[in-house]
């Protein structure tokens, strides 16, 4: 009897300790901020959101709004929107990544404009801590002699660009304040996927606590 109960025990803890691995290596982020620029410079021209890392990850932050996409959350951007500048910052305003010069391997083409000029950035190695992402248009810019982005004051007055509530591309095509915005964070070494192989122990583990408990239900009867 003694056996029984420690091998029920057993299995038990097993499958309890693996579903809770599965778990923590599925750890993410996955957010998608969507809405319209008041203007392309000035105030509204600027969005500011953050985000927090508990450990290592790989960081994408990507546009759907210029080309129209997929989003993380599953809806889909119309195209249509302005051409983006992307910038992540650490907790300090210090900046850690740019947008990508080549633009978003991400990117749909326009059809009107025949163009893909969504924005892209990628930190394959971002440390824990607090992070901050700007979008805005890329037109908008920070000065030149910019060290980063200062947290106690508005964003918008850190940016310049020519100003107005007109928007343009590097072609000059008009475009609208439309924006989508996906942030996506991966723990380092982890897949977005939980692997196959830990499945494979879990559910043998799982079925096997519930035959034996139900052999021995049946045998005190």
Known sequence: MFLKRKLSSSLAAFAFCAVIGVRANASSISQ???GALASETGSGSVILESFTLTSASN???YTTSYGGGANLDGTTAASGGFQPNI???NSTG??????SPSFSPLANTD???GLKLDGYLQDTDASAGTYYVTLTDWQNQMSVTSTGLSLSEAASLQFTGPGGTSFQDVDGNNRSGSYALNISAMPVGSSSVPEPAT???V????AAAALFLRKR???AL
């Open 111 to 113: 059809s009107s404009t």
């Open 32 to 34: 998608t901020y969507s």
């Open 94 to 99: 210090f900046v850690v990544a740019n947008q």
């Open 217 to 219: 239900r049946n045998s």
């Open 203 to 206: 559910i043998p583990a799982l």
């Open 87 to 89: 910038t992540l910052y």
């Open 199 to 201: 499945f494979s122990l």
């Open 59 to 61: 960081v994408t932050i």
